[in-house]
């Protein structure tokens, strides 16, 4: 599943990219329709999907700031 990949990549991170302050890491991973969120303790993940992805994202900035879809879909691929 996407979880066990995103939970093998926090895994696999060097210790000086993992967060030492609270003992937990977190990816999450947001898709088009839905987003998976993955925490781990470093031994043991715990992982959600969350039904909201960057299409919806887009769909309200479309209607919000009266955009074509394409349009908001670039504004928000600039967003940083």
Known sequence: ???LLLAN???S???SQ???ESGF???LDIG???STLVISDGTKFWHRNIPIGGAMFTRALSKEVK???AKAE???LMAR
Do not use: R
């Open 74 to 76: 670039e504004l928000k």
């Open 18 to 20: 993992q967060n030492e």
């Open 25 to 27: 890491d977190l990816i």
């Open 13 to 15: 991170l060097s210790p």
């Open 32 to 34: 088009a329709s839905c």
């Open 1 to 3: 599943s996407s979880a």
């Open 67 to 69: 955009f074509t879809w």
């Open 9 to 11: 990549l926090l895994w």
